[in-house]
């Protein structure tokens, strides 16, 4: 700071006052809420979700009272949240937040940056590019290998897949940034039979539609059948999975990627989770060969625990990714570093870098690598409790993931629905494969021992429950 003067003295402006003293109120309700986490269940309870009427009112014509605004939050909308940001739940694959990214989010939002363009906020821009250079560095990606910092793997996907429909109709001889799709040469779109729906969300964004796309057979796990691979060639896309949502399971990108990238393939992974195994030293032969792709998409608010939302779309060929998005106006000045904006579909955006930067120091690789193999032992505890006790574990648990049956799909999910009521921890439901199953996913930092023996007896006591 440069010292004070006339010119730039400290003023007591009345809004300051109003500022500190809604942050100073949200801190005290913040602190009260992780501090009563363990004593309630991790789901609302039903009376708290109703007392939500109480906010979904109509508009008031008058002002309120911002202290007013932060009490009636954490009065009525705390009781009704999911009780995420403690040990316990283990639904869909949702990690925690860090201390430092929990901290950094609301100095973040005191700031109030706009991360679109370095002239507008260069601790945003440039936090944000080591970030994505830390990310690149501890997923074991190319040197060289440049990123945007989106909301979550869904746009990550979509970004990296508009760099790639971008490189290969280039190469083809099409602009597709300026004449669209009408009358483009057709790319080919390869995906598993088991790609995440966000990627397919994706493709129909990007004009490539769902149902256009070449579907390769999985084995039990989910992964890719390398011997039922299509013919590849220069205007191929061939989408891996990293990670599946249900098993954790890998591609087995090692036996593809050397074949497609000789073909002339795109490769583009969708590691929105799996791909920070590669942070572990004994997760790592996970990823083999994924480092050999073109593009990847992964989120840092699921196994990295930076809080929700981040995500990050990261490209080899920076050329691609910028020539995919970035935009040109008079008004929009450009500086000398990389611009935010060149990386990611929107222009304004919150700076969620600044988090993921927190993090990650927070972390070091240490600490990355400590969450990857505490939760992957967590999850082996899970199955190796539940298998001893009779039931039926689905999947081979290679990461944090699990799937169990704990008998027909009726039986199964009577015990998800008993298990969500009772509250002491939360499990999602799915079909893996034809079957029913309960999914546990451990992705938080803040999960210990005692979380998991408590919920895996209130699993087994839930199936007991269920039989009489
Ligand atoms: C493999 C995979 N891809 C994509 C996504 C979508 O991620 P997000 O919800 O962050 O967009 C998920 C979510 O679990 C996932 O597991």
């Not at 300026?178 to 964004?205: C, N, Q, T, W, Y």
Request: overall charge negative; charged content about 20%; glycine content about 10%.
């Amino acid at each position: 700071m440069p010292p004070e003067t006339a010119k730039f003295a400290k003023k007591q402006r009345p809004e300051l006052a109003i500022r500190t003293a809604v942050l100073k109120q949200a801190s005290d309700s913040a602190v009260k809420y992780l501090e009563d986490l363990d004593a309630r269940p991790v789901a609302p309870e039903p009376a708290s979700v109703d007392d939500l009427l109480k906010l979904c009112a109509p508009l008031p014509e008058a002002e309120t009272d911002p202290a007013e605004v932060v009490r009636l939050l954490s009065e009525v909308g705390g009781p009704a949240s999911m009780a995420i940001s403690g040990g316990r739940f283990f639904g869909f694959v949702i990690g925690g937040c860090l201390p430092a990214a929990m901290a950094a989010s609301w100095l973040v939002n005191t700031w109030d940056q706009n991360a679109g363009l370095w002239v507008a906020t260069p601790v945003a821009a440039e936090l944000e590019d080591t970030a994505v250079e830390w990310t690149r560095e501890l997923l074991g990606l190319p040197e060289g290998t440049v990123g945007g910092v989106v909301t979550g793997a869904t746009v990550a996907n979509f970004t990296a897949l508009a760099a790639a429909r971008h490189h290969l109709l280039g190469r083809a001889g099409w602009d597709v940034e300026a004449d669209g799709l009408f009358g483009a040469p057709e790319l080919r779109v390869v995906i598993g039979d088991e790609a995440h729906p966000s990627l397919l969300k994706s493709l129909a964004m990007l004009g490539l539609g769902k149902k256009r796309v070449v579907r390769v057979p999985v084995d039990r796990q989910g992964r890719m059948r390398a011997d039922a691979l299509p013919h590849l060639d220069e205007r191929t896309i061939l989408c891996l999975q990293a990670g599946n949502v249900n098993t954790g399971a890998f591609d087995p990108a090692g036996a593809i990627c050397p074949a497609a990238r000789a073909a002339g393939a795109w490769i583009h992974v969708d590691g929105a989770f799996g791909l920070w195994a590669a942070a572990s030293p004994k997760y790592r032969p996970l990823v083999k060969g994924f480092d050999l792709a073109d593009s990847w998409a992964t989120d840092a608010h699921k196994w990295p625990n930076i809080g929700y939302d981040c995500g990050l779309a990261l490209v080899r060929d920076g050329a691609a990714l910028r020539a995919a998005m970035s935009l040109r106006a008079a008004y929009l000045e450009r500086g000398e570093r990389r611009e935010p904006a060149d990386y990611t579909p929107e222009l304004s955006r919150r700076a969620r870098g600044i988090e993921l930067w927190a993090g990650l120091r927070q972390l070091g690789k240490a600490g990355m690598a400590e969450i990857v193999e505490r939760t992957c032992a967590h999850a082996q505890r899970f199955a190796a409790g539940l298998k001893a006790a009779g039931f039926n574990v689905l999947n081979e648990v290679v990461l944090n993931q699990v799937l169990v049956s704990f008998g027909d799909a009726d039986k199964t999910t009577r015990v998800i629905a008993r298990l969500q009521n009772e509250g002491t921890c939360w499990c999602g439901q799915t079909v893996w494969q034809g079957k029913t199953a309960m999914r546990i996913s451990v992705s938080s930092w803040v999960t210990s021992e005692d979380d998991v023996e408590l919920s895996l007896a209130a699993m087994i006591d839930a199936a007991g429950e269920s039989s009489r």
